[in-house]
């Protein structure tokens, strides 16, 4: 059973930095695809940078490209979201994702995490 485990979700200015981590164990294998992706309240759960276990390929929603980093450590078992230069539209439920189809779409992934929130205000 895939488990995945987000963390270092806050609170922060216009313009600051967050780092979201998620840990991930029960699965095997390159072939792996890992996402994040977030939810406003009453807007659908969009796709905002995916990343292949075995190659590192990265693919980003274009409102983030620039902005945010996505990567894994260096046993692949943890991926992280790096965020910089943060709007206050980047405010939403960030949730961490795992799949076989390297794609933001939603239908793709088949295990999530539990959420963590991400404020970003003046």
């Known amino acids: 059973q895939v488990q995945l485990v987000e963390s270092g979700g806050g609170s922060v200015q216009i313009g600051g930095s967050l780092r979201l981590s998620c840990a991930a164990s029960?699965?095997?294998?390159?072939?792996?695809?890992m996402a994040w992706f977030r939810q406003s309240p009453g807007k659908e759960r969009e796709g905002v940078a995916a990343?292949?276990?075995?190659?590192?390929?990265?693919l980003y929603a274009d409102s983030v490209k620039g902005r945010f980093t996505i990567y894994l450590d260096n046993a692949g078992n943890t991926v992280y979201l790096q965020m910089n230069s943060l709007k206050p539209e980047d405010t939403a439920m960030y949730y961490c994702?795992?799949?076989?189809?390297?794609?933001?779409?939603?239908?793709?992934?088949?295990?999530w995490g539990q959420g963590t929130q991400v404020t970003v205000s003046s």
């Open positions: 994702a795992a799949g076989r189809v390297f794609t933001l779409a939603r239908y793709a992934y088949n295990y």
């Open positions: 990343i292949t276990t075995g190659g590192g390929v990265t």
């Open positions: 029960g699965y095997a294998g390159s072939s792996v695809r």
